[in-house]
């Protein structure tokens, strides 16, 4: 059995962070039906290998709900589904039929989720919103300007999103079962994220400066044959003394974490040199040996043949329709176990409304 076997899920979230959140709760058990236009489905189905890995597990239904027959067929699911989840922009769905107070008069248990830009209130709600626009508006982009859609991009504002979205669901669930009555989730990306941010933005607040990891062994270093390799000491002054005796300068090693960022420079240099002058394999050996915080700097390919990676069943291998394919698994584990993921992701409509919870 696993976590939310018997749980109906009932999405018109499409692109990412709905599909993410909807991921997350398939992988554990949830039966997810994704709603999508005719002919032309999710937006996100332009990039099939995303799609396939947001998508994995789920069923799909085609639905115009424009015709009163298809939005009859959305109606009944709502009816017997446990979670609804929408990511139009506010009011949309309400105008469309499908708003919390509608659904909910009709199922008192459902757990409502709506996921947007700016949320369902504030000055900006009526504003279309992508992940960049909302990590300059949080504050993670200043600075940075220069290059800040030039770098790995990860789409932190959907992912966040989707991830407080599981949660918002989950708790809604948990308290489903206290009161039996559902309840409302207000999803709001900006949100979320300046949750992640929280390290900038809350000692801001409270009149101290930013959270500021500008310290000696918190970066990443080149060795002498061209490797790479990270370090991550911050505030813990006994990984720190290890690691300078290790690179051949103790003299900083007995130094705290504030003496450390009062001569970042010089230490800094120091540290670049030492560690320029070995190669990676030495270093990673003595670090390893040393139990000092340090990692390779991986490119995406050798992440996915990390040995620890392929241990923990991180990376799992489905045969989907006769085709092999490769998933990045769920993260937790139950019991030691790795859930999901469950199936492949659905063809377009694949699944016939009058056949879905009978």
């Known amino acids: 059995m696993k976590p939310l076997d018997g749980i109906r899920v009932l999405s018109l979230a499409t692109q990412y962070p709905g599909p993410f959140a909807t991921m997350l709760l398939a992988d554990l058990g949830a039966d997810v039906v994704i709603v999508e ?64 107070d509608v659904l909910s008069a009709r199922n008192p248990r459902l757990v409502y989720a709506s996921i947007s830009g700016f949320g ?9 919103a992508h992940d960049l626009s909302l990590q300059a508006l949080v ?85 002498a044959d061209g490797k790479w390799l990270a370090l991550s000491i911050t505030f813990e002054d006994h990984l720190w003394k290890p690691l300078a005796e290790t690179v051949g300068i103790g003299q900083y090693g007995d130094l705290n974490i504030w003496q450390r960022g009062e001569q970042f420079e010089a230490i800094e240099a120091a540290l670049k040199k030492a560690i320029a002058a070995q190669p990676y394999d030495v270093w990673a050996k003595e670090f390893t040996e040393k139990n000092i915080a340090w990692a390779p700097v991986w490119g995406p390919e050798q992440a996915t043949k990390d040995p620890h990676f392929l241990a923990r069943g991180l990376f799992v291998e ?19 176990e790795t859930l999901g993921p469950t199936g492949p992701s659905p063809e377009l409509g694949d699944t016939d409304p009058d056949s879905i919870w009978t």
């Not at 699911?77 to 446990?82: C, E, I, T």
């Not at 959270?211 to 918190?218: A, D, Q, V």
């Not at 989907?320 to 030691?336: E, M, N, S, T």
């Open 37 to 100: 236009r005719p002919g032309f489905g999710d937006p996100g189905r332009r990039n099939p290998d995303l799609f396939a890995t947001l998508n994995r597990g789920k069923r799909s239904l085609a639905l115009d709900l424009k015709t009163e027959k298809d939005k009859n067929a959305l109606l009944r699911l709502a009816d017997k589904a446990d979670v609804f989840i929408e990511g139009f922009r506010p009011g949309v769905a309400a105008r469309l039929g499908f708003g919390y």
């Open 139 to 223: 504050g993670l982009l200043h600075g940075h300007e220069a290059t800040a859609a030039r770098g790995p991009y990860m789409a932190w504002a959907d992912l966040s999103s989707g991830t407080f979205g599981a949660l918002g669901i989950l708790a809604g669930l948990f308290q489903r079962s206290v009161t039996g009555k559902g309840t409302e989730i207000d999803v709001a990306m900006s949100d979320t994220l300046a949750v992640w941010a929280l390290g900038l933005l809350g000692p801001l607040m409270n009149g101290a400066p930013p959270m500021k990891l500008e310290f000696p062994g918190y970066g990443c270093y080149k060795c």
């Open 120 to 128: 369902q209130t504030g000055p900006y709600r009526d504003r279309p």
């Open 318 to 336: 489905r045969n989907d329709a006769g085709k092999p394919r490769w998933y990045v698994a769920q993260p937790l584990k139950f019991d030691g």
